[in-house]
């Protein structure tokens, strides 16, 4: 999914997948990200990306950063069921 207001489009695509290791380059994705309009949609996107498939940052976040964050909404979500079926 692309949003053509997108802040990473006018920037080298480089500089959106640093290495893992490249903690400056990380914080420029992620500056990069923070003055985007679209965060809100591209972080649902990422999110909807198969991990794995997933590269670079994305929405402000890393993919391990949004691991993170698909781990905790399927565990809220098991909660949830489990709450329901209760």
Known sequence: MQFPKAVCLRV???VMFPSAKDTKGIAL????????????ECMEAALATPAGRDEGVRAGTTQ???????RRRAA???KGQ?????
């Open 64 to 70: 391990d950063e949004r691991r993170k964050i698909r």
């Open 12 to 14: 080298d695509p480089d």
């Open 29 to 40: 994705a992620k500056a990069t990200c923070a003055f985007c309009p679209h965060n809100d």
């Open 82 to 86: 489990q709450a329901l079926a209760a």
């Open 76 to 78: 809220a979500t098991r």
